[in-house]
Every structure is written in structure tokens, then in C-alpha cells.
């Protein structure tokens, strides 16, 4: 029993002190992406969230999906799924979650967040006070959780400001800007007319219905809006839209979305509320006579509010230009996606959306403040236009960058560096080093480490792949629209391809040999050479003979343009580094299959050729000449772990059930660990929430895999794998001069496929 006398003083809450090497505010994916990362270098984090789960917008209290810059497979970034941390959750969620329930996903981040020793995590704990060591310098935090009346004091030598609002950031006084910027500032035609369009994107709040089997009826409550049939968005409602499908329903971008958040909150739901009365009660929807309202947000998503000043602010020409930063440490390839700042009451679209022909890169001068010496900054607050904002925000990107920062301060933690002091020369090597070997795949630069062993091996394997047939045994694809295959050729080759096409009746076929402006894009723009074929009526086999030789080692396009006369077989067969693209519409992104800006605002005009969802989504089948030969061992360490410019993968033959690769040294060599990148399809945009997805596993992943010491003895064998990465300690060093990895075959007609192998 506890019993307590009248205290004439008021009574204190429990107060209890905490030190880290790292405090982290914001328990969003890029808040727990970055402990995570931090954690497993060993840093000691505390990890403060404000709220009673993890993940931000894409946890179970607001249920947003997790998206970045595959954008719904809607774009041209090819093979653009942002690795490492975030690779792994998403891979996870689809493993165990394969129809998106945002319960589940809630799930993993806290198992993954609790397994890690290294991090002490607070729930429900709100961040209220900042202390400063001097002008420049964090020296500590204070943090209250209602839950367990207790006041934390949270000290270290380093802060991550990871809130969405920039909380920590704000109370240390750094530089932030809140709004868009004049179209003069950075050169950018896409910044909005502010009196017009507005300055800020709002919140939207969901609500997910479901039949009961049995008509329901419906009372409003007094505060829903009583008008809501005359929202101009309400007319492209679909009764089957709920969750986030219904992000236009959006409000508060002409307020201060920080401190009115629960004021625009309360409007949000007087709309909902009014929506779902309108649907029940309006008779304009018979068919939801049996639905209820199940489920409605609490908290709405929000979107922007404060970003805060680095040593560089990422702006519009970075993205539309895709421009090369030496430090870059994290890419991006979401659309730059503004919203008027009316929202649901707006007659404008609900968004503008101009995407980039490629992913861009975000340099790591963008992920700390310029003023505040040890404060990391995370998130949708890191150092960017209003413009570049409106592609960095997402939740993939963001998580993505949370892992540099997460990697930076491990660094920074082992060596008693400044945020700022890890961009210098050697120390951002370093940084981008370590993060690619966790899967990061920063683009243009490969792992070059000197202290991996696989340098030193000779590497042999005779059962690669030469590529000279994608089987014709899949399904008719007609020629609505342009179709392409991604194809990787070779420099100075002269190609002829097979097809086996059938026609309704005598017509005439184009056929371009095509590449991209830079070969790390993946937009068709250039025509290297068309070829028009005359068909007959029926099933044919025709050959298409290219004369212009291509000019580099690295992805062309087979494209059969449009002719509704005509389909093309495809192939059952899929395989790393191999997808095809067809000029079609996704109205997530486009509603005419191109891309068209005014003139003048800075953006590219271009061609949208898109991959189809698995289970659809065939390759075409065709035969060619030469035999396309870049599926060879030599890949495994040419430090590059998903397709870029090439496929950059050790692809077996078809034929093989096993296949295998042989490292051999001249010298014995003490191995302890080893790194294997596998393929889980980069191209699959793994939406985490309300989609759902075909298959729980990824079908051109490596289940089972086995390594052999001077192919005799067993050292270790992989079963069941479904992640990219898989990081093998031996409890004791092996000695060899022969490693054997062999690989199982995934499934039929995927031929067993490995990135990179690193041994240390």
C-alpha cells in the first residue's frame, strides 16, 4: 500500500535522467530508420515519439502507404526502391503483411526497434524544452509522458531533430523557412503563385468503411459539414475509395500547420463526417445502404511545416537535372508533388505533379543544421526548397536519408566529430561506404572497399547466363499501347531480335531500336534506328535486323510501337536485370502515357513507359543475336547491388535448378564475415498499407543457398530468405583459399540471381 500525508508543496513527477550518444525526436520512419541504423553500429540512442506507435503517416494511426521514388511503378526510375533499413521493413511487411494491414506493419517497427539493445525507446514522450551548452551547441532536452508521469532528462553529444515539425530544431534556434520561395530565389518556374495556389500543403485524415451485410443507417453528428455535395473534389469520389485513396481530402494550407494542426484537424473530420453523410443520406449512393463507417483517423497526416537550413538547400535544378553531389548519401525520385493550399474546397486538381527522367541524388550538406553544431536534422525538415520539398517529403525518401543521418552519427560517435565535420573528405567516404554496404546503393558510387577479400579472389562460375532467348510460352500482349524491353546490349553490336507475333489481319509494324539521354536513365527519347515490318494475316515469326551498331555497355529498348492489329507473345521466363515498359497511362501519375509542363517552368517534356504489375507484367519472348553476355561472375564485385546502367548481377542459367560461383585465393585467407545482395525486385514499389500485393515473397529472391569451404565442407547454409541483404559472422574465423556459394532457384522460369558477395 502506498499512502501519502498533505503536502502544502506541489508535488513533482518522477524525473529520470537519461544519456546516449544519440537522442532521436520523431519515431516516423526516418526517426526509426535512423536509431536502427545507428543502434547496429553500436551508438547508444534514445528514441523519443510523441505518439503511442511508430512510423508516422504509416502506422496504424494514420495509414498512409510507404512510397518513394518508384512512385507506384508510375515513372521511368527503374529498379528505384530505396534500400538498406527501409528495404528491410518493406520486405518484412510484405513477408508477414502480404495485404497491407497498417496493424501489422505497427508490428515490425516495434519488434525491430525493441530487439535492438543499443536503443532505449520512449512512447507517448513529447519533447517540450531545449537546453543549450552555448549558442551553437544542444547540451540537453526535457520530455514528458502523460502515460507514466515522468520527466526525462535526455542528454548527449549528439541530437537528431526527426519530429516533421522540427520541434528540436526550432527551440535551438536554427534557421528554418516555412512557405514557398519566390520563383527568382533558386531559379525555379515550377514555385507556386502563392496568392493563387498557396503556399503550404495540408493534412488529410481517412476512413475506411465495410459491408455489414445488413442496411445501417447513419446520424451525422451536429459538427459535420452540412454541404458536402458541393465539394468540387467530391465529384470523383468512388464509393470503393477509403484509406488513402482519399488523400484529397485535405485542409489547412492557408493556415499555420503546426500551431492550428487541431484546428485544421477539426475541420477535416466536420468534412469526413460530412462526406460519409452525404453517401448515406443523399440517395445518390444506393449501393452503401449496408456500409459503416469503420474506421476514421484521430490524427491526420500532415504533410509540410517548417524545413530547416543546411550548408545546402536542394532545390528544383538539382532534381530536373539530376545533378552529381559528392556527397551524396541518399536518392529521391518522387514527383515534385504540390497541392493548392485550399484542398478539399480548392476547384483546382488536387495536386500538381512533374516528375524528373531519373532518380536524383540528395547530398548529406542538406541533413544537418547550419547553425546548431550538433544537431542532425531528418525527414520531411531537411535542407530543401519548397519545390524539392515537394518530392523529399515522402516516407521512403525520408526513411532513406534517416539512415544516412543514423550512419553519420555512428561515425561522428566513433570519432568525436561534428555533424558537419563527417561531410570532410575522408570521413563522407566513409559515410557512403558503410551505408552501401547495408544496402544504401547510393547512385554513381559502387563500393570500393579495399578491405573486402573477394578483391583478391579469382572468381569463376560456368554457369551464368548468355543470354540468346526469352522463351515465346507466355500470354498474347496486344499492342494497345507502345511496348518496350529493357534489354542490357553491348557496345558497337549490330542486333537482330526474333518475335513471334500474331496479326488480325495484314498490317504494318514499327519497331525502334532505342536509348536513353544518359545511360542512367531509363526514358526511350533517343531513336538509334525504326525498322517497319509488313505482316500477315495470323501467327508469324519475324526477325528484325538493326544495322546501327549500339554505342555503350549499357540498357537499350526493343520497342514495338502501337497497333491495336497486332499482339506479340511474351515469356514465362523473368530474370534479374530484365523488365518490360509499355507507353501507357497509371492515373496514380499520368492520364495520357507523357508528360507536358507549361513552357518556361524548367521541367522536362517526356514519354512514360511503365513496367505492369506481377502477376501480369510479361517480358516479351524473342530470340536474339549476338548473345547478350553481362550476366557473368565478374559481377558479384563490381560493387554495384541492383541494376544500374547494367544489370550488375550474377544471373545462372535458366536451365539450372543450381548454380554455382567459385572464389578462389592464392593465399589462405582468415574469412569472419560474409555479405550476399540478392534481388528483391527494386522495381516493386512495395506500397506498405491498403494495396496488398500478389505474392509474399519476391520471385526473383534466392530462398535457399548454400556455402561450401574448398567445396567440401558445409560452413553455412540460407534457408528461406526473403530479405536483399544477408550478413553471415562465423562464431570463428574460416580459413580457405575456396569458397563455393551455390544457389537454389527460386522458382520455375526464374533463373537463380546474386549482386555482390563481400568477405571480410
Known amino acids: 500500500m502506498i499512502k501519502e500525508s498533505f503536502s502544502k508543496e506541489t508535488r513533482k513527477a518522477h524525473a529520470l535522467v537519461l544519456e546516449a550518444d544519440l537522442v532521436i525526436t520523431g519515431g516516423g520512419l526516418s526517426g526509426v530508420c535512423c536509431a536502427l541504423t545507428a543502434a547496429r553500429e553500436g551508438t547508444?540512442?534514445?528514441?523519443?515519439?510523441?505518439?503511442?506507435?511508430?512510423?508516422?503517416?504509416?502506422?496504424?494511426?494514420?495509414?498512409?502507404?510507404?512510397?518513394?521514388?518508384?512512385?507506384?511503378?508510375?515513372?521511368?526510375?527503374?529498379?528505384?526502391?530505396?534500400?538498406?533499413?527501409?528495404?528491410?521493413?518493406?520486405?518484412?511487411n510484405l513477408y508477414r503483411n502480404q495485404e497491407g494491414n497498417p496493424l501489422i506493419l505497427d508490428t515490425i517497427l516495434m519488434e525491430k526497434v525493441r530487439e535492438e539493445p543499443n536503443i532505449i525507446l520512449l512512447l507517448n514522450t513529447a519533447v517540450f524544452q531545449v537546453d543549450k551548452e552555448n549558442d551553437r551547441k544542444i547540451s540537453q532536452l526535457w520530455a514528458y509522458c502523460s502515460q507514466n508521469e515522468t520527466e526525462y532528462q535526455l542528454k548527449a553529444p549528439l541530437f537528431c531533430d526527426a519530429s516533421g515539425d522540427g520541434v528540436v530544431a526550432f527551440q535551438a534556434g536554427a534557421s528554418f523557412r516555412m512557405g514557398a520561395e519566390s520563383p527568382e530565389e533558386f531559379g525555379e518556374g515550377f514555385a507556386p503563385n502563392v496568392e493563387d495556389y498557396g503556399e503550404l500543403l495540408g493534412h488529410s485524415i481517412y476512413f475506411y468503411s465495410k459491408d455489414t451485410g445488413r442496411p445501417v443507417d447513419f446520424i451525422a453528428p451536429s459538427f459535420a459539414l452540412k454541404d458536402a455535395g458541393e465539394l468540387p473534389r467530391l465529384r470523383n469520389y468512388k464509393l470503393q475509395d477509403h484509406g488513402c485513396r482519399l488523400w484529397w481530402v485535405e485542409f489547412g494550407g492557408r493556415m499555420d500547420t503546426i500551431r492550428q494542426s487541431e484546428t485544421i484537424k477539426w475541420e477535416l473530420w466536420k468534412v469526413v463526417y460530412g462526406i460519409w453523410d452525404y453517401v448515406k443520406n443523399s440517395g445518390k449512393f444506393p449501393e452503401a445502404k449496408n456500409l459503416t463507417l469503420e474506421w476514421?483517423?484521430?490524427?491526420?497526416?500532415?504533410?509540410?511545416?517548417?524545413?530547416?537550413?543546411?550548408?545546402?538547400?536542394?532545390?528544383?535544378?538539382?532534381?530536373?537535372?539530376?545533378?552529381?553531389?559528392?556527397?551524396?548519401?541518399?536518392?529521391?525520385?518522387?514527383?515534385?508533388?504540390?497541392?493548392?493550399?485550399?484542398?478539399?474546397?480548392?476547384?483546382?486538381?488536387?495536386?500538381?505533379?512533374?516528375?524528373?527522367?531519373?532518380?536524383?541524388?540528395i547530398p548529406y550538406r542538406c541533413f544537418y543544421s547550419k547553425d546548431i553544431d550538433n544537431l542532425f536534422l531528418a525527414g520531411r525538415i531537411i535542407s530543401a526548397s519548397h519545390v524539392a520539398f515537394g518530392s523529399s517529403r515522402v516516407m521512403a525518401t525520408c526513411a532513406h536519408g534517416g539512415q544516412a543521418v543514423g550512419m553519420a552519427a555512428a561515425i561522428a560517435t566513433r570519432n568525436l566529430l561534428s555533424p558537419r565535420e563527417v561531410g570532410h573528405s575522408h570521413f563522407i567516404k566513409e559515410l557512403q561506404l558503410s551505408l552501401n554496404k547495408i544496402g544504401q546503393s547510393i547512385p554513381f558510387f559502387p563500393i570500393t572497399d579495399s578491405s573486402n577479400k573477394t578483391n583478391l579472389a579469382r572468381i569463376v562460375s560456368n554457369d551464368h547466363w548468355e543470354l540468346t532467348e526469352l522463351p515465346s510460352n507466355g500470354p498474347w500482349m496486344p499492342l494497345q499501347y507502345a511496348s518496350a524491353q529493357i534489354l542490357p546490349l553491348q557496345k558497337d553490336q549490330q542486333y537482330t531480335f526474333s518475335l513471334t507475333v500474331k496479326a488480325k489481319e495484314a498490317t504494318r509494324l514499327e519497331i525502334d531500336l532505342r536509348k536513353s539521354e544518359r545511360i542512367d536513365n531509363y526514358t526511350p527519347e533517343v531513336i538509334l534506328e525504326r525498322l517497319s515490318i509488313d505482316l500477315e494475316s495470323g501467327e508469324q515469326e519475324i526477325e528484325v535486323a538493326f544495322t546501327t551498331p549500339f554505342p555503350g555497355d549499357h540498357y537499350g529498348f526493343l520497342c514495338l510501337l502501337q497497333n491495336p492489329l497486332v499482339e506479340v507473345r511474351g515469356s514465362l521466363t523473368r530474370a534479374t536485370g530484365l523488365v518490360s515498359v509499355f507507353n501507357k497511362e497509371n492515373r496514380a501519375v499520368s492520364s495520357f502515357g507523357k508528360q507536358e509542363p507549361p513552357e518556361g517552368i524548367g521541367i522536362d517534356s517526356f514519354e512514360f513507359w511503365m513496367?505492369?504489375?506481377?502477376?501480369?507484367?510479361?517480358?516479351?519472348?524473342?530470340?536474339?543475336?549476338?548473345?547478350?553476355?553481362?550476366?557473368?561472375?565478374?559481377?558479384?564485385?563490381?560493387?554495384?547491388?541492383?541494376?544500374?546502367?547494367?544489370?550488375?548481377?550474377?544471373?545462372a542459367d535458366p536451365s539450372l535448378e543450381k548454380a554455382k560461383i567459385d572464389l578462389f585465393w592464392e593465399e589462405n585467407q582468415q574469412v569472419s564475415e560474409?555479405?550476399?545482395?540478392?534481388?528483391?525486385?527494386?522495381?516493386?514499389?512495395?506500397?506498405?498499407?491498403?494495396?496488398?500485393?500478389?505474392e509474399s515473397e519476391i520471385p526473383f529472391c534466392v530462398k535457399n543457398y548454400e556455402i561450401l569451404n574448398c567445396s567440401t565442407t558445409t560452413i553455412y547454409q540460407g534457408r528461406l530468405n526473403h530479405q536483399s541483404v544477408n550478413k553471415i559472422q562465423f562464431p570463428k574465423a574460416i580459413e580457405t583459399r575456396h569458397l563455393q556459394i551455390i544457389l537454389e532457384r527460386p522458382m520455375e522460369h526464374v533463373p537463380a540471381a546474386l549482386y555482390e558477395i563481400l568477405c571480410y
Not at 506507435?53 to 521514388?69: D, F, K, P, T, Y
Not at 495536386?351 to 536524383?360: D, I, N, P
Not at 560474409?674 to 500478389?694: K, R, Y
Open 44 to 92: 547508444k540512442v534514445v528514441l523519443v515519439q510523441d505518439r503511442p506507435v511508430l512510423g508516422g503517416n504509416a502506422s496504424s494511426e494514420v495509414r498512409l502507404w510507404i512510397l518513394g521514388a518508384t512512385s507506384h511503378m508510375g515513372n521511368n526510375n527503374r529498379w528505384a526502391r530505396e534500400g538498406g533499413v527501409i528495404d528491410e521493413i518493406l520486405l518484412e
Open 296 to 361: 476514421v483517423g484521430t490524427i491526420p497526416g500532415k504533410r509540410e511545416s517548417r524545413r530547416f537550413e543546411g550548408d545546402y538547400m536542394l532545390s528544383q535544378s538539382d532534381l530536373v537535372e539530376q545533378k552529381y553531389h559528392e556527397d551524396a548519401v541518399a536518392f529521391g525520385g518522387w514527383a515534385m508533388d504540390l497541392h493548392p493550399a485550399d484542398g478539399v474546397y480548392s476547384s483546382n486538381n488536387g495536386c500538381t505533379q512533374w516528375h524528373t527522367k531519373g532518380v536524383y541524388t
Open 611 to 651: 513496367p505492369i504489375r506481377r502477376p501480369e507484367g510479361h517480358n516479351l519472348g524473342f530470340k536474339v543475336s549476338p548473345a547478350i553476355t553481362m550476366f557473368g561472375p565478374e559481377n558479384v564485385n563490381n560493387g554495384l547491388t541492383r541494376p544500374f546502367v547494367k544489370p550488375n548481377a550474377f544471373v
Open 674 to 694: 560474409l555479405v550476399l545482395f540478392f534481388d528483391t525486385d527494386f522495381d516493386h514499389a512495395l506500397e506498405s498499407s491498403l494495396m496488398g500485393h500478389p
